[in-house]
C-alpha cells in the first residue's frame, strides 16, 4: 500500500514539474552522517516551488552496530522570501529505508528507524549557482545540496 501511494504521488509530482515552464535547478546531495550521496531536482514557481531529492548512505557506527543501506525519498514544497537573491524555505515529507541493519548491541533507538519524518531548510540561487540545507527535524540528520540553475 505504502509503495502504491509513494509512486502516485511521486508521479503526480513529475507531471506538475513537467507541466510548467518555469526555472529548473539540479543539485549534488550530501548527507554527513551517513556519508550519503545523491541528488535532487527543484522546480520554482512564482513564489514558491517543488522539490524532490533521493539519497543512499551507509552508517557504520562499531563493527556490531551499522546500516548497510540507507535510502531517504523526499517530497516538499518551496516558499519565496522576498530579498534580492533568489531565496526560499522549504518543508517536506521524508521516506526512510533502512536495509542490512545489524545491531549485536541494542544500541539503534527503534524510533530512530521509522520509514517516514518530516525536514525543514532553506535553498537559494545566484546567476546558474544554487545551494540548499535541509535538516530531518525528526531524525536529526542534515543534507548540503550544490546546483545549478537552468
Avoid at 524532490?52 to 562499531?62: A, D, K, P, Q, T
Avoid at 533502512?98 to 524510533?111: C, F
Wanted: proline content about 3%; hydrophobic content about 40%; overall charge positive.
Amino acid at each position: 500500500m505504502i509503495k502504491k501511494t509513494l509512486l502516485t504521488f511521486t508521479f503526480l509530482f513529475c507531471a506538475v514539474l513537467l507541466s510548467a515552464q518555469f526555472k529548473n535547478e539540479t543539485y549534488v546531495c550530501y548527507q554527513p552522517g551517513d556519508m550519503g550521496i545523491g541528488l535532487r531536482y527543484d522546480r520554482d514557481f512564482n513564489h514558491g516551488g517543488l522539490y524532490m531529492s533521493g539519497v543512499r548512505g551507509e552508517y557504520n557506527i562499531s563493527d556490531v552496530c551499522y546500516i548497510n543501506n540507507h535510502i531517504k525519498i523526499a517530497l516538499g514544497g518551496k516558499l519565496l522570501v522576498k530579498s534580492p537573491i533568489r531565496q526560499y524555505l522549504t518543508a517536506g515529507i521524508a521516506y526512510h529505508r533502512y536495509i542490512g541493519v545489524i545491531d549485536e548491541l541494542n544500541a539503534l533507538d527503534p524510533k530512530g528507524l521509522k520509514p517516514f519524518s518530516f525536514e525543514l531548510g532553506a535553498c537559494g540561487s545566484s546567476g546558474r549557482f544554487a545551494i540548499a540545507l535541509t535538516m530531518d527535524i525528526l531524525k536529526w540528520e542534515g543534507c548540503i545540496n550544490f546546483g545549478v540553475s537552468f
